[in-house]
């Protein structure tokens, strides 16, 4: 079953992938482009040289193979999340369960990073931080990351006595605490400076629709496929206890 | 006589963590490979001196929200 489902997942990753990529590329070009304008017309920019690999193949293969290569291993990954899940938050369909998987995904991989550190398009940031800002965006990533699994974990053990309602407003309030505190904590970093706003809110609005695409595309194309390798089991027992409330009415 | 049927809801059967555990290390261990070339900005630098993988990628890292020069 988790050979079946691990081949879903990479099938799923990456249609989010080559999905993900056609809306990066119609959506996000254009701004990219713009944004390398007004690096270049800066004087104080980032100088790239004449580039090893052409504007027109990063623009196109390249970001074509780098959104399926991000798609496929996230869809593995999330083929084991939903294994480990599947069957132990209640008696939700499978692609109910792909649904709420990628939603709490999304949240806990794309958006509270993003929302500490935004997509930046070329000409924002300088070249001599960027392996601070790599390590924080991944050091806040990794504690949402482990935040939200033993979040998850520690759902399966308290559902049973405080229900689920009560269970998923404490984990969602202690999971929101612990990267709220984190991102307040870990560096920030302003080097915009001189960057036109508007092509910065529109190249970060475009980012993550493109993150937004790509799970949602991940979650249904799971979900879908998910339900189809995955049916229903009716358990013995609960047919057994239907059948016993059926004679005693 | 009208009776109520309690129709049992289908119970999903959870995948044992023994059966899962195989693939969790060797899908981890392998994505976590892919998505560093594809995420991290020095990919280039360390792996490959003439940074082709990094500027083929460059686009996909923007737009993918990762941090980038």
Redesign the interface.
Known sequence: MMRTLLVRGLLAGLLGGVVAAVFAYVVGQPLMDAAIEVEEAAAHGHDHGDPLVGRGVQSTFGLLVAHAAYGVAIGGLFSLLFALAYGRFGAWSPRAYAAVLATGAFLAVSLVPFLAYPANPPGVGEASSVNARTAAYFGLLAISVVAAGIALYVATRLTGRWGGFNTGIALTAGYLAVVTVSGVLLPGFDEADGFPAELLWDFRVAALGNLVVFWVVLGVAFGALAQRSLPAHASASAQATGLRQAGAS | MT?????????????P?R??LP??IL??V???A??Y??????NAMTLMA???VH???????????????
Do not use: K
């Open positions: 009776q109520a049927v309690a129709i049992p809801a289908p119970q999903p059967v959870s995948i963590i059966e899962i693939y969790a899908v981890s392998l994505a976590l892919a998505l070339f594809v995420s991290t900005d020095n003439e940074g082709y500027e083929f990628l460059h686009d996909g890292r923007h737009l993918m929200a990762f941090p980038c020069h």
